[in-house]
């Protein structure tokens, strides 16, 4: 098993040809789907791969069985239960009895085809099933009502006097002889936290008609939480308390009912000074909280009167920070998924979310498959589910210790720095020029690219009189992802000390494999800098900044030419059209 979870492709023909069919067959494969499947560096926001070229969104075990055709027995309960589920829904929702009987016959038809080759993931058949149904049933919002009737029966227990009494009264405080007033600072808002999770846990609060007997709910709502996790959790809010940071966390919404105390405990979050990023479903998702709902269940618009909803799929890096550094506490995005969570279809506003969070809290049962598989992230996770009522199963999934954050703050001051030093040499009378080049358009040709840039701006230094040459590839750090290169170089970019940006022109690839005493290989015949996203980019910023400072000469292929490389890669140092050109 160990082996297989390790999957390395060119050993076994067979076994390659079936690791693409399960990939295919799950529309989960880059290279057939790229519209729709995360780019590798896309998914390294979130999954710090380690090496490994394939990622799944289940768990080992399943995974392993499926590849070794063994899942039979796995695949076909999970099956089952969808297929249970589905047909109660169908015969929930739709009450003309010709319609539902089509229904359930044209699902039963494609459930069969779709299960036939026990190659399926459950998540991924869920979803195929529930977007047949949600299309041809024309119901955008399946379970409206009994999801909004269950939110207004949450928070109105939140409200009633019976629980506010509970919920602020003193127990469960410890108060001794030695204790200070910021002991007590800390231990407020951590009781408060506990007190609504394991409240939570009680669904009858917004399933039943009534909530349970106040004095039943007051027990439960101060027992303790014996969790090593939950002790992880506390210490690193007590950070937060301490002024040692003023952190991120994103959370992963749940289901209904459930959602109006996942905002409660947000709130204190917010007070404590941590910014949240809320992360719903796409739409229809069962009893999950869709983006849809928060836009038209009137409570839960009201509840988040004060947010931020950002309905972009594809926000930028810069576009992201500038929202976390606004007066805004709490954004609201869509993790552009309608099943369990899933890091190879997630929008780029989550997965830049997800990199750019200190913290990640997911509330959904049905993702703990995927959380706990070998695969670890590029941030510390927590999975908090219900046990039972009163009861929680909360596990950390620490990040990948190789996974390097470079911060706002951080990116920035490595850019100031520069600019400083910069700054020095113009007062010397040195002339500064930029130089802007493909680093890895070409894909397979990363080494490639920074051998040519390199050599080249060591000719132009051999060459140039007087003048500093600024070679992006040699400030390079490991661990940096294109999204935070471009980030730090913008702001070097705009900081007014460039007075010639060169562009790579054809002319100067050619000369560098000259200098490398190297015929010029077929792959780079032709290439400039306007075969670079990175680059076109810089361009755009090159041109506004000559709008400024008019003095500042523009070297490289003209701005017609870099017109066909308009959007910015996710994280990426290629650019999708040129990937699918090799």
Not at 565 to 581: S, T
Request: charged fraction near 30%.
């Amino acid at each position: 098993m160990a082996d297989i979870l390790r999957y390395v492709k060119g050993t076994d023909p067979d076994l390659d040809a079936w690791v693409t069919n399960f990939y295919t067959e799950n529309h989960l494969a880059y290279e057939a789907f790229p519209d729709m499947v995360a780019s590798p560096e896309q998914l390294n926001f979130i999954i710090h791969m380690d090496g490994e070229r394939y990622y799944y969104p289940c768990s080992d075990e399943l995974f392993a069985a499926i590849i070794e055709k063994r899942a039979d027995t796995l695949l076909t309960s999970a099956y089952m239960e969808i297929w249970a589920r589905l047909e109660k829904l169908v015969r929930k929702v739709i009450g003309d009895d010709y319609k539902q009987r089509y229904l359930l016959s044209l699902l039963s038809i494609k459930f069969q085809h779709e299960t036939t080759s026990k190659v399926q993931l459950p998540g991924r058949l869920d979803k195929r099933l529930r977007g047949i149904f949600t299309t041809i049933s024309e119901i955008s919002r399946p379970l409206a009502a009994e999801k909004e009737e269950e939110n207004r029966r949450a928070a109105a227990f939140l409200e009633s006097s019976r629980f506010q009494d509970a919920f602020h009264s003193l127990e469960g405080l410890e108060i001794g002889a030695d204790t200070t007033l910021t002991d007590i600072d800390l231990q407020i808002p951590l009781l408060r936290l506990r007190r609504l999770l394991l409240l939570s846990t009680v669904h009858e609060i917004w399933q039943g008609e009534q909530p349970p007997p106040m004095d039943e709910l007051r027990r439960l709502m101060n027992r303790p939480i014996e969790s090593e996790s939950w002790d992880w959790f506390c210490r690193w809010l007590r950070k937060v308390l301490d002024g040692e940071r003023r952190p991120c966390i994103l959370w992963l919404a749940g289901r209904s009912g459930e959602i109006i105390f996942d905002l409660a405990i947000i709130r204190i979050l917010m007070k404590m000074g941590i910014k949240v990023i809320l992360a719903v479903k796409q739409s229809f998702f069962y009893k999950r909280i869709s983006f849809v709902d928060l836009l038209e269940d009137p409570l839960l618009e009201e509840l988040l009167d004060e947010a931020l909803f950002i309905g972009e799929a594809k926000i930028s890096k810069n576009e992201l920070l500038a929202h976390l550094k606004s007066d805004y506490r709490l954004l609201v995005i869509s993790d552009g998924t309608t099943e369990q969570f899933n890091p190879l279809l997630t929008s780029v506003t989550f997965a830049r979310s997800f990199k750019e969070s200190d913290l990640v809290i997911s509330r959904c049962p049905g993702s703990r498959e995927c959380i706990s598989n070998h695969f670890q992230f590029t941030r510390d996770l927590i999975s908090v589910v219900r046990v039972a009522d009163g009861q929680l199963d909360i596990r950390l999934k620490p990040h990948h210790p190789g996974a390097i954050r470079f911060s706002e703050s951080a990116l920035r001051r490595k850019a100031e720095e520069l600019i400083s030093r910069v700054r020095k040499e113009k007062e010397r009378g040195k002339t500064i020029m930029f130089y802007s080049a493909i680093v890895g358009s070409i894909p397979g040709q990363m080494e490639t690219a920074k051998k040519i840039l390199n050599v080249f701006v060591d000719y132009l230094r051999s060459t140039l009189h007087n003048v500093v040459i600024i070679n992006p590839g040699e400030h390079f750090e490991e661990g940096m992802d294109a999204d935070d290169i471009m980030y730090m170089w913008e702001i070097f970019q705009r900081s007014g000390v460039i007075d010639i940006w060169r562009f790579q022109t054809v002319d100067d690839v050619e000369k560098s494999f000259a200098l490398l005493h190297e015929k010029v290989p077929p792959e780079w015949t032709g290439k400039d800098a306007t075969y670079s996203t990175g680059c076109t980019k810089e361009m755009e910023i090159a041109m506004d900044m000559q709008k400024k400072y008019p003095e500042m000469q523009i070297i490289g292929p003209s701005w017609e030419k870099f017109r066909r490389r308009r959007e910015y890669g996710v994280g990426k140092l290629y650019d999708r059209a040129l990937a699918d050109e090799g």
